[in-house]
């Protein structure tokens, strides 16, 4: 692959944004009630849990990284490369397309989902999501920097949609926090595991990570965007817990979309719809981020195919998959699925690859 | 290819015609080309110039007598005492074909010779310096400028005299060879910027060039953008409050207007008097343009949406009303809602139009005529004729009329777009557009510029104005070549070190 013109460099606050956009998302309009199925009101703590343990996945992710820096590019199809061969290399490969792709497809999919519900019961998902394709097409064919772009507005839209939280504050209970650790270690850790899907998207770092320029101020900021994250999900969590009541809490599907439906304003009933729609502006960040990185995988595979060609394969291929998914319970199967896999992903195989790197540096004979 | 039919032999004005025997031939027949032998005691010659182009009266009072006089005998005594300066004495017939066009005179010892003096004597004509029109102020200076090229120059020059000021010029236009010049302070306007200018400026492949707005379009990063990408300006005192800040101004010869360049979206939604008032008010007026461009831009299709989507987002009350309001009308909310735009359209095309005297009566009997009576008649609700004029005059709240009519036309695809999916379609058309906007470079420049890429020290200037004395930086996006506008050290001495304290 070539070297990465400066001029399509982003800078470290990219660090910043990213894996932010990529994080947040739809996630947190179930977040609330998925967490705190095993763990009642002590799900703060295992919210508080897996941020913390993805500050440490972020450090095994920037170790590797910059392990990777003096022997070519950093980002993960150039480590599958030089570790596993390139046989090898090429299946890890296409198991992160297969991860990336189904990342992407069970955002969009879940998103349309909610639509459906709260604002167009007809809604087609094929016409929507060709609609939207168009939007992130004309995106990224512009490249990285316009994608950092609409990362960095969609974290300035949902600022608003936090800030809706300040209308919890004259209904809460803060008696329903009580009792705290009323629950064992293991409740609280199947909380933990459930709420990986809310947490995943950081490890996109390991994509784009070539083309952010000073390296060294982008590894703070990429701590500080994880801490945010963490930040506005125990603000999410802790606040459903003082809202609801922990049955009710449980029994709702969107809980923040319940909230929503609360606030009111002198020329607006309720506010539901419009957080709806202003949540899809973090669906353009994390589609566009997807299919820019299979783009590039795609070059990076195979020299020859163009990205901008590439582009729209993969984007008629998310269409593709997108309407294959029929109905709410095949959403939350896919959900599942990617839930498990990224667990697997940024808890077992990041570690794991961290140590092949060490094993072949240690078999090769080099000198720390 | 067979759809590329060859066209016609192209007569192409730049080459110059062989000899000047032939110029002469051209012209002679023009009735107000000037070409006469004098014969005088001593100095036989030819004159040539254009009567209609030249000024007649500074001829006969101070090139004839000089020419006439015994004193001179060749034609370069002739170039001597001459009490003209810029006389250029050439054989090149590109030159004397050029110069003979815009007005200056020919002085030839032999008629079919090229060898010729060239005499300056243009005459200037055009109005005065007047008072803006479209930027217009409350306070702050009121001159504008004007169609004379030479007369800007002065207005922008006058404001900063010092000798970095510098002026390129060129032509532009295979057939009116217009003179468009570029101004910048050396030194400070970033030289890759100015290239690229220059670069883009000669390799225009036109034939007439008439204002500045037309180099715009034709000049800019991405032609098919609707939104203007170089300001434009008729007020000489913004054009060099930009120099100074580091960036590039195009004047065109013929056109009262200059171009700022590169310019950032914001620059389109400061009026300059913001820089006259104090900077709380000024933020609050800036923040009041944001807030009228958002309604201007987004009401009508939020009525369409919200009326025909998603009603239950009104609270009982307002609904009463709404509901009283649109029981007579019996079609739906877009039908409605593009009858008032186009109507609304059409009155503002038409006071453009028409003659300023008949434009303001014809504004004011359609606006109030067609306003009452289309409420009366039940054709639409009185609500959304509020809704509509008020977005109406908000979208020229904006300062800079290219992009009143840009934000008149944005209007169009959220209306379709509301009235398609309803709240859904406007976030998709608006998600549209604000990715257009991220990949808008304004000569190469990212156009949303403070806010993406974030630059704090340029959101001082952007959506709030905060204290001149603490805007220390010039704009971080023009990489001019001196980034600091004033000596932060300097600055800081001055104050002194500690603030007393209270009664000290």
Not at chain 2, 251 to 271: N, R, Y
Not at chain 2, 393 to 402: K, S
Request: aromatic share 12%; with cysteine.
């Amino acid at each position: 692959m070539k070297k990465i013109n400066e001029t399509h460099t982003v800078g470290p606050l990219a660090a910043f944004f990213i894996p932010q956009a990529m994080q947040i998302g739809v996630g947190f309009l179930s977040f609330a009630s998925v967490v705190t199925k095993a763990s009642g009101q002590d799900a703060w703590i295992a919210v508080l849990i897996s941020g913390l343990s993805t500050l440490l996945v972020m450090w095994f992710i920037l170790r590797l990284l910059e392990n990777e820096r003096k022997y070519g590019t950093p980002d993960l199809f150039s480590v599958h490369y030089r570790i596993f061969g390139k046989r090898i290399g090429a299946i890890l490969n296409f198991l992160s397309f297969l991860y990336v792709i189904g990342f992407s497809v069970a955002y969009l999919r879940s998103i349309i989902e909610i639509l459906q519900v709260e604002i167009f019961n007809q809604l087609s998902t094929l016409s929507f999501s060709i609609l939207f394709c168009l939007i992130v097409w004309y995106i990224v064919i512009g490249g990285i920097r316009n994608i950092l772009g609409v990362c960095l507005l969609s974290f300035i839209y949902l600022v608003p949609v936090f800030s809706t939280a300040i209308f919890v504050v004259p209904h809460a209970h803060f008696s329903n926090l009580l009792p705290i650790f009323d629950h064992g270690l293991q409740d609280i850790l199947s909380s933990s595991f459930v709420s990986t899907f809310a947490y995943l998207g950081f490890e996109f770092l390991l994509f784009v990570y070539p083309f952010i320029k000073s390296p060294k101020d982008a590894k703070k900021w990429a701590y500080f965007g994880l801490l945010t994250t963490m930040y506005t999900y125990l603000m999410i969590v802790l606040l459903s817990i003082l809202f609801f009541g922990q049955g009710e809490l449980q029994n709702t599907i969107w809980p923040a979309l319940t909230f929503w439906k609360s606030v009111r304003f002198p020329f607006l009933e309720h506010i539901d719809i419009i957080c709806v729609i202003i949540l899809l502006w973090n669906l353009v960040p994390v589609i566009s981020l997807c299919s820019w990185v299979l783009a590039r995988g795609i070059k990076f595979t195979f020299p020859n195919v163009k990205m901008k060609y590439s582009l729209i394969g993969i984007l008629i291929l998310t269409i593709v998959l997108t309407v294959l998914i029929q109905n709410g319970e095949q959403v939350k199967q896919v959900g599942a699925l990617i839930n498990n896999s990224g667990f697997i992903f940024i808890y077992l195989y990041i570690p794991l690859l961290l140590f092949c790197q060490w094993l072949k540096k240690i078999l090769s004979g080099e000198s720390a | 290819m067979f759809w590329k039919k060859k066209r016609l032999d192209q007569v192409d004005p730049d080459t110059p015609v062989k000899t000047i025997a032939d110029l002469i031939n051209q012209l002679k027949s023009n009735p107000d080309f000037t070409h006469f032998k004098h014969k005088g005691e001593t100095f036989t010659c030819w004159v040539s110039f254009i009567q209609t182009m030249v000024d007649v009266d500074y001829i006969h009072r101070d090139i004839f007598p000089v020419l006439y006089s015994n004193r001179v005998h060749n034609i370069a005594d002739a170039q001597a005492t001459l009490p003209v300066e810029k006389i250029i004495r050439t054989k090149d017939m590109a030159v004397i074909q050029s110069k003979l066009l815009e007005g200056f005179i020919i002085i030839q010892e032999n008629e079919n010779r090229p060898d010729c003096l060239v005499i300056p004597s243009i005459k200037a004509q055009g109005r005065q310096v007047d008072q803006p029109e479209i930027e217009t102020s409350i306070i702050g200076p009121r001159e504008s400028f004007i169609e004379s090229i030479d007369a800007n120059i002065n207005l922008v020059r006058k404001r900063i005299p010092i000798p970095q000021f510098s002026v390129e010029e060129m032509r532009v236009g295979k057939m009116s060879r217009t003179r468009v010049c570029i101004l910048y302070v050396e030194g400070i306007a970033n030289k890759e910027n100015l290239n690229t200018i220059k670069q883009r400026i000669t390799d225009l492949e036109i034939v007439n060039l008439i204002d500045a707005t037309n180099l715009a379009l034709l000049i800019a990063d991405n032609s098919n953008s609707i939104f203007p990408q170089f300001l434009d300006t008729e007020r000489p005192d913004r054009v060099a409050g930009a120099m100074c800040e580091g960036k590039i101004a195009v004047v065109v010869d013929g056109s009262p207007t200059a171009l700022i360049l590169p310019s950032t979206i914001v620059e389109f939604f400061a009026a300059y008097d913001d820089y006259f008032l104090a900077w709380p008010i000024a933020s609050s007026y800036r923040l009041l343009r944001l807030f009228a461009i958002a309604f201007s831009a987004a009401s009508s299709a939020l009525y369409v949406a919200v009326l025909t989507y998603h009603y239950q987002l009104v609270p009982k009350d307002l609904m009463g009303t709404l509901i009283v309001s649109r029981s007579s009308v019996p079609y739906d909310p877009i039908i409605e809602v593009l009858l008032l735009e186009i109507m609304i359209e059409l009155l503002r095309e038409a006071g453009a139009r028409l003659p300023t005297k008949v434009g303001q009566t014809i504004g004011i009997v359609g606006g109030i005529v067609i306003g009452t009576a289309s409420v009366q008649a039940g054709v639409t609700s009185n609500i959304l004729l509020i809704i509509i004029a008020m977005s109406a005059l908000a979208a020229f709240i904006t300062p800079n009329y290219r992009m009143a009519t840009t934000i008149r036309f944005i209007r169009f695809p959220f209306i379709i777009s509301a009235q398609i999916l309803g709240l859904l379609g406007v976030a998709l058309c608006f998600m549209a557009f604000v990715c257009h906007l991220i990949k808008l470079t304004s000569l190469g420049r990212p156009f949303i510029e403070p806010i993406y890429p974030v630059r704090v020290t340029d959101l001082k200037d952007a959506y709030i104005r905060l204290p001149l004395n603490q805007q220390t930086m010039r704009p971080l996006f023009l990489r001019s070549g001196d980034a600091h506008r004033s000596n932060q050290k300097r600055l800081l001495a001055k104050k002194g070190k500690h603030s007393p304290d209270i009664d000290e």
